[in-house]
């Protein structure tokens, strides 16, 4: 059975926002073509391995409606995407509660367990592109499946003032160098 197939089938949002997505991509890309992307308005930088799409829908992050703006791109059957939200508030409580639904949503998505969490540091850009200090954010590894086909995650969950970024790469299998390349490029930026 086709990984992406079966993604579309077992998602629920957020997660069915990037299959969604990544659907429109098409044709599978043989190799990586990695490409530094700069989203303003969204609030970041990152490197993806393929040209991206975006879309944007509303979501409920348990209980706080907020819209979703998401970028990805698609290599064979490897889905790269960094998901950004506008939050109703700053605050300390409305960010961790944001990354947490986040991250939930997204284990829940490839039916899986945490093998590795980590807390991490996210480098903040300001508006020149330079380095303007870091922030706090979670990594996490999971390892499931979806509709009986193995799934690997990896993903980011961070969030900065009123905002909430979720960098995820989903594959049916795990590779540690580009999951590397494609996280550690995140970048918040001012």
Same mark, same amino acid.
């Given at each position: 059975m086709n990984f992406l197939a079966a993604m579309r089938r077992?998602?629920?949002m957020p997660g069915a926002l990037v299959v969604g *997505?990544?659907?429109a991509l098409g044709a599978c890309h043989p190799a990586y073509d990695w490409r530094e992307i700069h989203e303003p308005e969204a609030g970041y930088r990152i490197l993806l391995p393929a040209k991206p799409v975006s879309m944007t829908r509303p979501i409920d992050l348990d209980g706080v409606a907020v819209t979703m703006s998401m970028t990805g791109a698609r290599v064979d059957e490897a889905l790269f995407t960094v998901g950004s939200v506008v939050l109703p508030s700053s605050d300390e409580e409305t960010r961790a509660h944001a990354t947490q639904? *986040?991250?939930t949503a997204m284990e829940r998505n490839v039916q899986g367990h945490e093998t590795k969490v980590?807390?991490?540091e996210v480098p903040v850009l300001d508006t020149?592109?330079?380095?303007a200090g870091s922030v706090a954010a979670t990594h996490v590894e999971v390892d499931g499946s979806v509709a009986g086909e193995p799934a690997h995650m990896s993903a980011t969950?961070?969030?900065r003032g009123d905002r909430a970024w979720q960098v995820v790469l989903i594959s049916p299998s795990a590779d540690?160098?580009?999951a590397k390349l494609f996280h550690e490029s995140f970048r918040i930026a001012k």
């Open positions: 077992q998602t629920r *997505m990544l659907l639904a *986040m991250r980590a807390q991490i020149a592109g330079r380095p969950f961070v969030a540690r160098e580009a």
